[in-house]
């Protein structure tokens, strides 16, 4: 069963922290996705990556960086984690952009407190 | 501008009913894709069908179907005699070549969430 897994379930960061969320996949897929998730406003495209050490920001990049350094791991960095952070977060991955469905992770809950 | 609009925020219905999920796209490509996801309480996102502009097929999975029109751009999706596992956020998306950056831009709609009740 294929599959993108993402570390943790729950988070509970303070303020100023850096903040990691790991997604890592198994069916070799190039294109990897993280987006948030907030009532009202649907799914937001953070950042999103194309090949190992490539990446390209999304609609939402402000306040977070990422990183690829192998195909089937791709992280999210929150530099310094504010409250207004605070969400749903969900990595995803593809075979290619746009043309197929995508494979989730069951999201990452973080609340900076 | 490409757009996905699901009118219905919340619908409530009890099991055995019908319900139809609305999902209106706006596209400037003539090229372009189209997918529902459901989300339930666990919170995965699992991917349900696409379908691609040229292909108004309707398509029919067990107790779900999706009616797609072009000419009233909407990918409608339909579950026939409700059940309490249907309850979930449904999500429609559409895909459409970025001729900008080569890519493809993909944007989910709000989502509408149903709720089955026993």
């Known amino acids: 069963d294929v599959k993108v897994t993402q570390s943790s379930r729950y988070l509970v960061k303070r303020t100023g922290e850096k903040v990691f969320l790991e997604c890592v996949q198994d069916m070799d897929h190039e294109n990897m996705f993280w987006y948030r998730q907030d009532p009202g406003l649907g799914l937001r495209l953070i950042y999103f990556?194309?090949?190992?050490?490539?990446?390209e920001k999304g609609d939402i990049p402000e306040g977070y960086s990422v990183s690829r350094e192998k195909k089937e791991r791709f992280s999210l960095i929150l530099e310094s984690a504010s409250t207004n952070q605070t969400s749903m977060y969900l990595c995803?991955?593809?075979?290619?952009?746009?043309?197929?469905?995508?494979?989730f992770g069951s999201g990452t809950r973080l609340t900076v407190v | 501008a490409q757009k996905v609009t699901q009118a219905q925020t919340e619908i409530s219905v009890v099991e055995k009913e019908d319900v139809t999920l609305d999902c209106v796209y706006e596209?400037?490509?003539?090229?372009?894709?189209l997918f529902w996801y459901k989300q339930p309480p666990s919170g995965e996102l699992v991917f349900l069908i696409r379908?691609?502009?040229?292909?108004?097929q309707n398509e029919i999975s067990g107790r779900y179907s999706w009616n797609f029109q072009k000419s009233t751009s909407s990918f409608n999706f339909t579950i026939t005699a409700s059940q309490v596992v249907d309850s979930a956020v449904y999500f429609c998306?559409?895909?459409?070549?970025?001729?900008?950056?080569?890519?493809?831009?993909?944007?989910f709609g709000t989502g509408t969430r149903l709720k089955v009740l026993a």
């Open positions: 998306a559409l895909s459409e070549a970025d001729n900008t950056s080569g890519t493809y831009k993909y944007i």
């Open positions: 379908r691609n502009s040229f292909d108004e």
């Open positions: 990556s194309y090949d190992v050490k490539m990446k």
């Open positions: 995803a991955s593809t075979p290619e952009r746009g043309r197929y469905g995508y494979t």
């Open positions: 596209t400037r490509d003539t090229t372009y894709y």
